[in-house]
């Protein structure tokens, strides 16, 4: 609505809210305020906050002759009259007032649940169980154990096995304290013996195809009689159980060189220029000069193995112990170092023979120096072990150590095979 009244034939115009008389005010305009014009377009720019009703009512005063009000004081005049001085800044500070004195403090509420003291750094708090607010400090990186409110870690990857037993067909291992999601654990058992090579040929363990020959493609000739009887052995498979027959038994070993220690100086030796202190010596005056000993009754060893032994030394790598049968003989030579050695051999005597001598002997033609012997000994191996079971040299050397001082024994000595 627009009221309008006449002062001095003019007209002063009041609008509402919204549009009226052709005039738009804003939409916030207070209804019958004075509106404000723009001096350029013409339009209302805003509500001027004052009444055309109170502006009325202020010219009906001055028409009639009456006093015009005059503006009252503000707080901040009030304040300077009664003696004050400042700013107006100053003015609203000191509005503010000293503080009061400090309330009675009330009564302490009941404590409530909170995090449990302890812990380091990292750790994380879990559930001990289902009872509220209880719960404790952990290590993260694992998860709960039901019933037991423990954290344990994640063994991802590979971990060694804290231990292992074998039941039956069985390997059981034990894995160290944690969970497993299935995906990429293993608790793991390490030993460098297992391979392929080390497992049987044809058999599978834990997937691996073993690659090892085994004893049945090994070979070996045992007899029952080569094994001590109540003793059982293999032989070529090991299926192929040998049950042993043979028993201990006593042989009668012979020396057949007599005087073979020189302990009664050249007594049945042939060529020997001295014994010293059991030692026999002798100086070449010609190639093939030797020490010898002539076997009585050569006949009785025809066809038979035997065994000849002595310690010899000198000074070349030329001179022998030699054993002689009239067809052939058999030497074995120093290394010619100039210190005793042991010298053994053994030769088949031929069938034909027509003597047996042991012989210590140089085969320089020229340049001899002094051979010196000590502990001769030759056996018939046939008449002592049996045909088809005489020993090696080796093993007669072996035997002569073990059973008799300095490997040599004079005349005839009955020993126990075990």
Do not use: C
Not at 216 to 229: E, I, K, Q, W
Not at 328 to 349: K, M, Q, W, Y
């Amino acid at each position: 609505m627009v009221r309008k009244q006449i002062i001095d034939g003019d007209q002063l115009a009041a609008l509402s809210a919204g549009s009226g008389a052709g005039m738009t005010g804003p939409a916030s305009a207070v209804d019958g305020d004075i509106a404000v014009f723009d001096g350029t377009t013409g339009k209302v720019v805003r509500d001027s906050g004052a009444s055309a009703e109170g502006l009325a009512d202020l010219l009906d005063a001055i028409v009639a002759g009456g006093p015009i009000p005059a503006n009252g004081l503000s707080a901040y005049e009030i304040w300077l009259a009664n003696g004050n001085a400042g700013t107006e800044a100053q003015f609203l500070a000191s509005l503010e007032g000293s503080p009061g004195t400090n309330g009675t403090d009330g009564t302490n509420g009941t404590d409530g649940a909170g995090v449990p003291t302890g812990g380091s750094t990292g750790q994380v708090l879990a559930k001990i169980d289902g009872t509220d607010f209880n719960a404790h400090w952990v290590d993260q990186g694992g998860v709960p154990v039901e019933n037991y409110g423990l954290m344990v870690a994640n063994n991802a990857g590979d971990n060694d096995a804290v231990s292992y037993h074998q039941d039956g067909t069985s390997l059981h291992v034990i894995p160290k304290t944690g969970y497993t999601d299935g995906v990429d654990d293993a608790a793991v058992i390490t030993d460098a013996d297992f391979i392929a090579a080390n497992i049987a040929s044809g058999v599978n363990l834990f997937g691996i195809d073993g690659t090892h020959p085994g004893a049945s493609v090994l070979t070996g000739d045992m007899v029952a009689s080569d094994l001590r009887a109540g003793k059982t052995g293999y032989s070529n498979d090991p299926n192929n159980i040998i049950t042993g027959t043979w028993v201990p038994y006593a042989v009668a070993l012979v020396n057949i060189v007599s005087n073979g220690d020189f302990s009664n100086g050249t007594t049945g030796w042939l060529a020997i220029d001295a014994v010293v202190g059991g030692i026999a010596e002798k100086t070449g005056t010609s190639q093939y000069a030797a020490m010898v000993f002539q076997a009585p009754n050569f006949a009785n060893y025809k066809g038979h193995i035997v065994y000849f032994k002595a310690l010899v030394k000198t000074d070349s790598a030329s001179n022998t112990l030699q054993i002689n049968d009239g067809t052939g003989t058999t030497n074995v030579f120093h290394t010619g170092d100039s210190t005793f050695r042991s010298l053994s051999g053994i030769r088949t005597i031929s069938a034909t023979a027509t003597l047996l001598y042991v012989k210590i002997q140089d085969n320089r033609p020229s340049g001899w120096t002094k051979l010196y012997a000590d502990n001769v000994i030759a056996i018939d191996l046939t008449a002592a072990f049996g045909a088809g079971n005489e020993p090696t040299a080796a093993a007669m050397d072996a035997f002569l150590a073990a059973n008799f001082a300095n490997s040599w024994f004079d005349g005839t000595k009955a020993i126990v095979i075990n």
